[in-house]
C-alpha cells in the first residue's frame, strides 16, 4: 500500500485522549467547558493525539539505529554472507545517502529525503517501507509516509507493530503494516531510542522522553544542549553526545526523569551518536578521540587515538570496543575496561563506516576510487575473512545492517545521480 500525505487527512483529538491529557474524567456540555477544551487543543496543536500505538515485543534482527537502544552495533546471532555472496539492487533510496535502514519482520524502513532528485515520480521526503523478500524486485516498496516538509533521512526504530520515525519536525509512530499514523509530536528529531513503554530522542532542548504508547512528552531535562548527534539508553541513564565546536560535551541523563547525572567536556566536538554497554558511554571527536566515560559519574576510563577524523560511533561487544576513523586508514580492537589495544589493522583506504559486530565477523564497509567494498574480518585477530564488492561508489560510507545470512548497505551512485539498498546475500 502506497501511503501518502498523512497530514492531510489528519482526524480530531479524540474525545478520550483529551481528557486523559486534562486528566479529568467528564467535561460538562457547558460553552464554557467546551471553551476551554478548544483552547487547550489549540495549545497543542503540534502533538497529534489520534490513536494508542501498539508497543509490544521488540523486533528483530536489526530495528534501530546501532541495532539496540544502546547503539552497539552488536547482534551476536546472526550469520554472515556465505563465501559465494552477490550484490543484488533492492530500490533507489535518494540523493544524499546519510541512514541505515531499521530491519524488521523481512521489511527495510528507511527514512529518505529525495526532494533534490527531480529525476521521477517517487521525489518525496519522509519514510520508505521496503519488503525484502518482494516477488517482483521492481516494486519492493510496500507504503511510503510523506511529510510535507523535507525530513532529514535518518533511520526510524521499530517495536512490534510501529515506526517511530523523525518525519520532519519531531517524531511520529506509524503502523508498520501501511504506514497510517498513530500520533505524531513535534518534539525531537533525532532516531529515538524506544526502551519499554519510553521513547527517548533529542533536540537543542535537550533530552526528550515520550510515552511510546500515545506520544505524549513525559520529560525534557533541564540541560538544553549544543548540536546533539544521537543518544544511547540503558534501563536508568540516556547517553547523549552534542557536537558544535566548543560546546560539544557527553551528557548522561536519569532516564526516570530526565535530570542531569553529569557532564563530561573533554570530548569536545562530536557528533558521531553516543554508545554505551551498561558500564560507560563511549563516544568519538571529530579529531578521532574515542572517549571512554564511566556511566555511574562521569569520570574519564581512558581515550584512544583512533588514528583519523572521526564522525562515526564505534561499536563494543564482550568486552571490546571497536573503532575505525572516518578519514584514517585503520581500524582497531580495544579492551573496554582499559582502552589496551587489542589489534590494529591497516585498511588502506579514504574512509569507513562504523563497525558492524557478529559472534564471528567484524564487518565495515570502506570507499575508494575503484568502488565500495564490504569487508569482513575475524572479531580476536582482525584477520581478513573475505571481502565483497559493491557495484558502485558512494561518497559517505554508512554502517551496513546485518540480517541473517545477509547484509544490507547503502551506496551512492555518481552516474545516476541517486543512491540504492543493496542486499549482499
Excluded at 288 to 303: D, R, Y
Excluded at 354 to 373: H, I, M, N, Y
Aim: net charge negative; glycine share 10%; aromatic share 8%.
Amino acid at each position: 500500500m502506497d501511503r501518502q500525505g498523512t497530514h492531510a487527512n489528519m482526524v480530531p483529538t479524540s474525545r478520550r485522549t483529551v481528557l486523559r491529557v486534562l486528566g479529568i474524567g467528564t467535561v460538562a456540555g457547558t460553552a464554557g467547558c467546551v471553551g476551554s477544551v478548544n483552547e487547550f487543543l489549540e495549545s497543542v496543536q503540534p502533538h497529534d493525539y489520534r490513536r494508542d500505538a501498539p508497543v509490544d515485543d521488540p523486533s528483530a534482527p536489526w530495528p534501530t539505529l546501532g541495532a539496540n537502544p544502546q547503539r552497539t552495533g552488536a547482534v551476536r546471532d546472526l550469520d554472515a554472507p556465505p563465501g559465494d555472496s552477490f550484490t543484488r539492487e533492492l530500490t533507489p533510496v535518494g540523493l544524499y545517502p546519510q541512514a541505515q535502514p531499521a530491519v524488521a519482520g523481512g521489511t527495510a524502513y528507511i527514512g529518505v529525503d529525495r526532494r533534490t532528485t527531480a529525476h521521477d515520480d517517487t521525489e518525496f521526503s519522509g519514510v520508505v517501507a521496503i519488503d525484502l523478500d518482494a516477488e517482483h524486485p521492481s516494486q519492493p516498496v510496500s507504503w511510503r509516509a510523506q511529510d510535507e516538509e523535507a525530513s532529514p533521512p535518518l533511520t526510524p526504530s521499530v517495536r512490534g507493530r510501529v515506526v517511530f520515525a523523525p518525519v520532519g519536525h519531531g517524531i511520529s509512530a506509524l503502523d508498520a503494516r501501511d504506514g497510517s499514523l498513530y500520533w505524531r509530536n513535534a518534539v525531537g528529531g533525532l532516531t529515538p531510542a524506544v526502551v519499554g513503554d519510553d521513547c527517548l530522542t533529542a533536540d537543542s532542548d535537550g533530552a526528550i522522553a515520550l510515552n511510546a504508547v500515545t506520544g505524549e512528552t513525559r520529560w525534557t531535562s533541564e540541560q538544553t544542549v549544543a548540536a546533539p548527534a544521537g543518544l544511547a539508553v540503558v534501563d536508568d541513564a540516556v547517553a547523549l553526545a552534542c557536537g558544535d565546536g566548543g560546546d560539544g560535551a557527553l551528557y548522561c541523563f536519569e532516564r526516570a526523569d530526565g535530570t542531569t547525572r553529569w557532564r563530561y567536556d573533554a570530548v569536545g566536538e562530536s557528533y558521531a551518536t553516543a554508545i554505551t554497554d551498561g558500564e560507560r558511554a563511549y563516544a568519538v571527536n571529530t579529531d578521532g578521540i574515542l572517549h571512554a566515560v564511566e556511566l555511574a559519574n562521569g569520570k574519564q576510563a581512558w581515550t584512544y587515538d583512533s588514528g583519523g577524523s572521526s564522525y562515526e560511533r564505534p561499536t563494543v561487544m564482550d568486552g571490546t570496543v571497536y573503532v575505525a576513523s572516518t578519514n584514517g586508514e585503520q581500524i582497531a580492537a580495544l579492551d573496554a575496561a582499559s582502552g589496551e589495544q587489542r589489534w590494529m589493522r591497516h585498511i588502506g583506504v579514504g574512509s569507513s563506516s562504523a563497525p558492524v559486530l557478529t559472534a564471528e565477523t567484524v564487518f565495515f564497509t570502506t570507499s575508494t576510487q575503484d568502488g565500495k567494498r564490504l569487508f569482513e574480518l575475524d572479531p580476536v585477530d582482525g584477520t581478513e575473512h573475505r571481502r565483497h564488492e559493491v557495484p558502485e561508489n558512494d561518497y559517505k560510507s554508512i554502517q551496513p545492517v546485518i540480517g541473517d545470512g545477509v547484509v544490507y548497505l547503502v551506496a551512492e551512485s555518481p552516474h545516476r545521480f541517486q543512491s540504492c539498498l543493496y542486499a549482499v546475500q
